[in-house]
């Protein structure tokens, strides 16, 4: 039995490398949506190492727990996910954004194995859980079903519609994660459309709110172990986390959200991840211009 | 290719000129303002400026309403959200009542960084053509850009623009006024006419230089107008070279093409051929891998071309 300790440690560190991956593929690939990515790193982490039940073998096991990234444009955290958890191959990451890859810029369901299905256009996600949610309850599955928003996403009416849904009709196999991360793509989520006070407005739709830092393991642990225990109402877990955190010259500002890296920025975005100088030497010498 | 403007490089320029000159002026953005570069406006006239966040639905509705107050309203965000997203909302309370109200649409076509299938907009033409009382315009480049702003700043009524992303040399003349309806013909020619617009005039007009390097002598017209369509140019098309060819940066069905074929199947008797999007789904890529991937490159488009006149075409043949 592996201790308390030892677990959280190994989620930070999947965590940290969920981030590098994220770097090197978006960093290598020319430009990407990097902010939104990293900030979802350890909710990724223990979602696939800890929380989810999952077959890596099997992706499309009937019982699976299913996940949906709403706000589609992070799916390099989530691609990067699916190759540490074993669903898709690790070597399928460098081809990021390439026109015939099955990781395309936004996810899509049918080309890529664990993608449950297909966003980019934003405010759809929870919709869709809501379905797998009702379809588990229909063929008395007990498989569970999370769903990843953004803060920013959050403006789109279809978001409320789907709250307003789920909450009367008591969904508790449902959870969604509100990545909290402050910035939308032009600026500030509280001058763009602020959402405050965010937990009230759940909680009068019907939603059990868990709120949480975003980058504490252990607090997400516990954060959706008290959702899994809710009984008779949907759960969201309002996680506050950091656009672009870990990639340091962008992190906390708007301008994380898209990014292009210079060979300077990559090596010393991978340096301060802890990446060893021939790691680092090789993302240098296979990344491309962003033409 | 260095000072060359995209068609977007002039939104905020010219929307601060409009709202100097006019104050009934109003932009409204759905969280997109730093990629439309609005954000000139927002800077210059933050009271006329309405930041709805990501709410496209909302926003269109919401420039309807401000419209009937007597406002110019300028609502923007990428095609594929304003035309998809938000469909039902342009066609109820903007073109269903007529109202004064300008959809402003980024990231025209398959142009849309490496964003791929979701933020690609095949359908948006279609779309917004199909619905009654709009007014449908792809400009060219930057120059027709500012022209059509203008237009739509001093007509009243819906009408959608739909705005290139990237640079693009000037092809209208320095004179040029838009007319809804018109079209400019950028190079003469009898042999076949090559309809087109928007951002693959580039490798429209170098596949008209390699065809005249063949003996064929294509006529490129620029059909920035796609409704209503310039008939009479299609006509003309149709009864001095008989054969047509159109090029979409959209799906065949709903495109120019469509439009083109309506005119030529009712009105005007040629032939037709279609190049476009063939009814798939879009990709993540660069322009340049777009552009080979959908086989929309100056040499695909000069074959298909060549492939449509046949084997036995000879230059100087009378329409057949
Ligand atoms: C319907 C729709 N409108 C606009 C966009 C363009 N867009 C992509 S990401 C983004 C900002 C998203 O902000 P947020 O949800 O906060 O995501 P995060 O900060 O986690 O990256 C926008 C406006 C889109 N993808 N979908
Ligand atoms: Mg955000």
Known sequence: ??????????????????????????????????????????????????????????????????????????CPALYATLAEAGIIPMDLLPTLHETESPLQMHPELGICPGIEMSTGALGQGLSAGIGMALGAQWKRKDFRVYVLIGDGESAEGQVWEAAMFAG????????????????????????????????????AFGWH???????????????????????????????????GRGISYVENTASSHSISMTATELAGTLRELGCSPGEIEHAVSVRKEYR | MENQLAPRDVLGQTLIELAEEDSSIAVLDADFCTASKITAFRDRFPDRFIQVGIAEQNMMSMAAGLSTVGFTCFASTICAFCSRRACDQVMTSIALPNLNVKIIGLYAGLFVGKNGASHQSLEDIGIMRSMANMT????????????????????????????????????????????????????????????????????????????????????????SSLKPIDEEAVRAA???????????????????????????????????????????????????????????????????????????????????
């Open chain 2, 238 to 320: 149709a009864r001095e070279t008989g054969r047509i060819v159109t090029v979409d940066n959209h799906n065949i069905f709903g495109g120019l093409g469509s439009a083109v074929a309506e005119v030529i199947a009712e009105k005007a008797p040629a032939r037709l051929r279609r190049i476009g999007v063939r009814d798939v789904f879009g990709k993540s890529g660069t322009n340049a891998e777009m552009l080979a991937r959908f086989h929309l490159r100056a040499d695909d488009i000069e074959k298909e071309v060549r492939d449509f006149l046949g084997p036995r075409f000879h230059a100087g043949n009378a329409p057949g």
């Open chain 1, 168 to 203: 009367h009709r008591r969904l508790d196999n449902l959870t969604a994660i509100l990545d909290y991360n402050r910035f939308s793509l032009t600026g500030r989520v509280e001058k763009v459309m602020p959402l405050e006070p965010l937990s009230d407005k759940w909680t």
């Open chain 1, 1 to 74: 039995m592996e201790s308390e300790m030892e677990k959280i440690r190994k989620l930070e560190e999947i965590a940290n490398r969920i981030r590098i991956h994220v770097v090197k593929m978006i960093g290598c690939s020319g430009i990407g949506h990097a902010g939104g990515a990293v900030s979802m790193a350890e909710i990724l982490s223990v979602l696939y190492f800890q929380e989810m039940r999952l077959d890596p073998l099997r992706p499309d096991w009937d019982d699976r727990d299913r996940f949906i990234l709403s706000k589609g444009h992070g």
């Open chain 1, 209 to 243: 709110v868990v709120r949480v830092d975003g980058h504490s393991v252990t607090g997400l642990i516990q954060a959706f172990r008290l959702a899994r225990e809710e009984k008779g109402r949907p759960t969201l877990i309002v996680a506050d986390t950091i656009k």
């Open chain 2, 136 to 223: 449908v315009v792809q400009p060219l480049d930057a120059r027709e850009t500012i022209q059509v702003l203008r237009y739509a700043a001093r007509h009243r009524g819906p009408m959608y623009m739909r705005i290139g992303r990237d640079p693009l040399p000037q092809y209208v003349p320095d004179d040029y006024v838009f007319r809804p309806g018109g079209s400019i013909t950028l190079r003469p020619g009898g042999d076949v006419a090559l309809l087109a617009y928007g951002d693959l005039m580039p490798q429209v007009m170098s596949a008209a230089e390699g065809l005249a390097s063949k003996g064929i002598q294509a006529r490129v017209v620029n059909m």
